[in-house]
């Protein structure tokens, strides 16, 4: 069964930086696609992001194109995301999801975190 936990969320002011991680668990995701997504108050769960873990072929979301990577530790089995530049826009809660297969731009994740909260001050 896989596990999903995220961490590295926080408060940050507009501008700042931060790195979200996600420690995967409980299969070898060899072919895996992981993928970030987020969901603000009163707004749908949207994707940012996405690595497929067999070529490290990712995928962003127009809004964070620039400002955002993904990557990933194979000898941790962790995705990590890192946010620079960050907006009052980009506050929200994000998900750390895992699907098999090729296809990352997809809301068709199987497996999913719990969370954890991004807040931008401006």
């Known amino acids: 069964q896989v596990q999903l936990v995220e961490s590295g969320g926080g408060l940050v002011q507009a501008g700042g930086s931060l790195r979200l991680s996600c420690a995967a668990s409980?299969?070898?995701?060899?072919?895996?696609?992981m993928g970030w997504f987020r969901q603000a108050p009163g707004k749908e769960r949207e994707f940012v992001a996405g690595?497929?873990?067999?070529?490290?072929?990712?995928y962003y979301t127009d809004s964070v194109k620039g400002r955002f990577t993904i990557s990933r530790d194979n000898a941790k089995n962790t995705v990590y995301l890192q946010m620079n530049s960050l907006k009052p826009e980009d506050t929200a809660v994000y998900y750390c999801?895992?699907?098999?297969?090729?296809?990352?731009?997809?809301?068709?994740?199987?497996?999913w975190g719990q969370g954890t909260q991004v807040t931008v001050s401006s």
């Open positions: 999801a895992a699907k098999s297969g090729d296809i990352i731009a997809t809301s068709q994740y199987k497996n």
């Open positions: 409980g299969r070898t995701f060899s072919r895996y696609v």
């Open positions: 690595i497929r873990w067999r070529d490290d072929r990712t």
